[in-house]
């Protein structure tokens, strides 16, 4: 390969070259500096930005709604019964679910009781979030929140991570020991 231009060499070969003496002389009188490359950048004009403070707009938000409600949901198990004249449930009823809860190896402070007489406008995507259950039992028909997709009797229904079951209220359970029996099997399911 014929190079004209010596200084060329080191760009087309990356590795170190060493000249005999007698090549030497030849390169040296013939090499000539680097050009030297001008570069004009074009001049950029900025204008000052002006910034302007916007009033802060108040955020309306919906307000959560707040339950009165028995139990800790420790383990995200929401029960909603229908008592218009308890502030939760009957205590009858409560020692009889009580009873069904240990069976299960459930205390009190496992779920949540929630009394919907208290909140009939309240919907199943207000718990949903309130409460995040992992699992729903619906204590009579009355007891459905607003919003709740039709579940049939006695027929647990799994949505996600969630499970419904739709069942007998108290008062139809504790006159028939049928309901009872047919309650018991769902709840071992559950």
Request: charged share 25%; proline share 7%.
């Amino acid at each position: 390969m014929k190079v004209e231009n010596p200084v060329a060499l080191r760009f087309i070969l990356q590795d170190e070259l060493y000249l005999l003496n007698t090549d030497k002389a030849f390169y040296e009188e013939r090499e000539t500096p680097p050009p030297i490359i001008e570069r004009s950048e074009p001049e950029i004009k900025t204008q000052p930005i002006e910034i302007v403070p916007q009033e802060a707009k108040p955020e309306t938000k919906t307000p959560e709604p707040a339950f009165n409600y028995l139990g800790k949901n420790l383990k995200n198990f929401l029960i909603l019964v229908h008592y218009p004249h308890q502030e939760f449930i009957a205590d009858a009823h409560l020692a009889a679910l009580q009873n069904i809860l240990k069976r299960k190896e459930f205390e009190l402070d496992d779920v949540v009781i929630l009394n919907m007489a208290k909140y009939s406008t309240t919907t199943i995507a207000q718990l949903a979030a309130f409460f995040k259950p992992v699992k729903l039992l619906l204590l009579g028909q009355a007891a459905i929140p607003q919003g709740m997709t039709a579940l049939a009797l006695n027929t647990p229904k799994t949505s996600g991570s969630r499970t419904a079951l739709y069942s007998f209220s108290f008062d139809e359970m504790m006159d028939s020991v049928d309901n009872k029996k047919i309650f018991w099997e769902l709840m071992k399911a559950l």
